[in-house]
Each structure stands twice: as structure tokens, then as C-alpha cells.
């Protein structure tokens, strides 16, 4: 049974960056045709998936937040992570990290709990 | 790629069938649609892939259908445990996109 879960600080100073990072249990990060995705859900609204980084390290980022955006994989660890910088009360929502699989499987099967983070001085 | 979800809550009993729909601005390549069910504190589920596939561990109760650019998930008789919100999402394109979600209350 694949779990993940997000770990990092629940709050962040505007301006600064965003840090979190989601430890995969029960599968390895690096194992073929798998992707490996971070989806937002600001307070009240709906989810907004991020961006993603398939099992040999290459990212994808949504349009409106590539150039704040890195996500990046540490196969050592057994883990992702998500850097979002210049942050604005706007990126405050629930972040949650899931697995996506692969061409027509393409959708997401496993997601951690989510992770609350407030941009706030 | 915009996914138009409807109604926005369902207000409904315990026992009742549950009618949930998604529409898409063009049409869904391969049936690319899936659904999920949030819940505070616990991790989202998926329930249906490709349109009206089950992910495993799904009870027969939920079923989803269409093509094109409309799809519906229908729960058949709701019981107490499937109160939330439900998505719909599309991965035909690149740029994955989820609707607005439909809130069912028990």
C-alpha cells in the first residue's frame, strides 16, 4: 500500500518561499511511470493541481506559477518536493502531494492527508 | 480545459440515489475523467477512472458514465459515509484541470 505524506511549515512570511516535502512509503520514487504530484486547494475553493516530477526527475508546473516554481525528486530519501517562491497570501491553501500514473492512467490513485500553509507576516 | 460541476450541494437522505454531473469545454479524449471524494483531515479518494472504471476498493454503489463532453457520477443509494465534496478531473490534456466540486450533504 503506496502513503504519502506532507511534511513542512504551516506558516510562511510573504515573500519568502515555500517549502515542503512528501516522503513516499510503500513504493519508490524512482520505479518507472509514475508522477509525482503536488495539488492545491486555497480556502473555500477548488483544487488546483501545481505541477508534478515523473520518476527520472523531469517537472512539469501549471502556467500561472512556473516562474515561482521548482519541484524536484531525491531518490536517496524516498521523497519530493515542492519550492514555490515570493509567496502572496494568494498560495495560502491546503497542499497535498499524490501519485499520478502514466499515459491513459494518468490520474491520481494515492494522496497524502494535506498540509495547511498560511502566508502570513 | 474547464470542468463545469453540478449542482453545487446535494442535499439529500440517507437511502437516496445521488446525481452528480461534469461537463467539459471540448470534448474528453479516451473518457480521460476521474472523480475523487474529499473529506476534512483525510486523504482524498479516488473513486472512478477512465469515466467508469472503479479504483479498487470502491464499493458498487458509486458508477460513473459518459463521453464526449458530459459525464456523471451517480451514487446509488447514498449511505451516512458519503457525505463530502466530489471533483471531477480531467488528463486528456497536459494541464490537468479539476471542477469547481459538487458538496453532498447527508
Known amino acids: 500500500q503506496v502513503q504519502l505524506q506532507e511534511s513542512g511549515p504551516g506558516l510562511v512570511k510573504p515573500s519568502e518561499t515555500l517549502s515542503l516535502t512528501c516522503t513516499v512509503s510503500g513504493g519508490s520514487v524512482s520505479s518507472g511511470y509514475y508522477f509525482w504530484s503536488w495539488i492545491r486547494q486555497p480556502p473555500g475553493k477548488a483544487l488546483e493541481w501545481v505541477g508534478f516530477?515523473?520518476?527520472?526527475?523531469?517537472?512539469t508546473y501549471t502556467p500561472s506559477l512556473k516562474s515561482r516554481l521548482t519541484i524536484s525528486l531525491d531518490t536517496s530519501k524516498n521523497q519530493f518536493s515542492l519550492k514555490l517562491a515570493s509567496v502572496t497570501a494568494a498560495d495560502t491553501a491546503l497542499y497535498y502531494c499524490?501519485?499520478?500514473?502514466?499515459?491513459?492512467?494518468?490520474?491520481?490513485?494515492?494522496w497524502g492527508q494535506g498540509i495547511l500553509v498560511t502566508v502570513s507576516s | 480545459f474547464v470542468l463545469t460541476q453540478s449542482p453545487g450541494t446535494l442535499s439529500l437522505s440517507p437511502g437516496q440515489r445521488a446525481t452528480l454531473s461534469c461537463r467539459a469545454s471540448q470534448s474528453v479524449n479516451k473518457r480521460k475523467i476521474a472523480w475523487y471524494q474529499l473529506k476534512p483531515g483525510q486523504a482524498p479518494r479516488l473513486l472512478i477512472y477512465g469515466a467508469s472504471s472503479r479504483a479498487t476498493g470502491i464499493p458498487d454503489r458509486f458508477s460513473g458514465r459518459g463521453s464526449g463532453t458530459d459525464f456523471t457520477l451517480t451514487i446509488s443509494t447514498l449511505e451516512t459515509e458519503d457525505f463530502g465534496v466530489y471533483y471531477c478531473q480531467q488528463y486528456a490534456n497536459s494541464l490537468r484541470t479539476f471542477g469547481q466540486g459538487t458538496k453532498v450533504e447527508i
Open positions: 516530477v515523473s520518476f527520472s526527475g523531469v517537472p
Open positions: 499524490a501519485r499520478e500514473g502514466y499515459d491513459d492512467d494518468s490520474f491520481f490513485d494515492y
